[in-house]
T-cell receptor, first 114, second 114 residues
């Protein structure tokens, strides 16, 4: 089974702190994604990566950056956390380059910024 | 730009009753279509998807959906609800040009009443 693992299920950080959210997938998928999930807003794409060291902005990249140094790992970075970044963050991976592929999700990282 | 509309943020059905969750999309060309389910404190998992071919798609746990191009719809149904179906359901589309972007609806929370 494909497994996408997010390192932290729950985090509490203070405003201004630097936050790292780590995601690892074990099925050699080319594509990896970071989404933010908020009630009533569904999932919104922050960044995605279709290859090592490649990244593309999604719909809401402001305040975030990403890193993909190895194929299996995709990190989301909040350089200076703010309270409006309190949210559920979901990492996903897929293997298809055509858009027909299934997204495999991690269990999510719930971040609270105080 | 593509978009997805899910009618009804909350739906309640009695156990054994028909489940109908609505999804409409806007796209200049038929996209790929997906339904995902999210159980409490978990990530999303694929229920079913439509890419090409037969417009009635069967998924896991007895769910199915029908792609209707003329109505730009992809409604999710299950003949008989079970308590274990209580979850949040997301409709999603991706375009067929391989831009790696999946657009999600805002979700429908299904409650099953005993």
């Amino acid at each position: 089974d494909v497994k996408v693992t997010q390192s932290s299920r729950y985090l509490v950080k203070r405003t201004g702190e630097k936050v790292f959210l780590e995601c690892v997938q074990d099925m050699d998928h080319e594509n990896m994604f970071w989404y933010r999930q908020d009630p009533g807003l569904g999932l919104r794409l922050i960044y995605f990566s279709y290859d090592v060291k490649m990244k593309e902005k999604g719909d809401i990249p402001e305040g975030y950056s990403v890193s993909r140094e190895k194929k299996e790992r995709f990190s989301l970075i909040l350089e200076s956390a703010s309270t409006n970044q309190t949210s559920m963050y979901l990492c996903a991976s897929s293997t298809s380059g055509t858009g027909a592929g299934e997204l495999f999700f991690g269990e999510g990282s719930r971040l609270t910024v105080l | 730009a593509q978009s997805v509309t899910q009618l009804g943020s909350h739906v309640s059905v009695s156990e054994g009753a028909l489940v109908l969750l609505r999804c409409n999309y806007s796209s200049s060309v038929p996209p790929y279509l997906f339904w995902y389910v999210q159980y409490p404190n978990q990530g999303l998992q694929l229920l079913l998807k439509y890419t090409t071919g037969a417009t009635l798609v069967k998924g896991i746990n007895g769910f199915e959906a029908e792609f209707k191009k003329s109505e730009t719809s992809f409604h999710l149904t299950k003949p008989s609800a079970h308590m274990s179906d209580a979850a949040e359901y997301f409709c999603a589309v991706s375009d067929t040009s391989g831009t790696y972007k999946y657009i999600f609806g805002t979700g429908t929370r299904l409650k099953v009443l005993a």
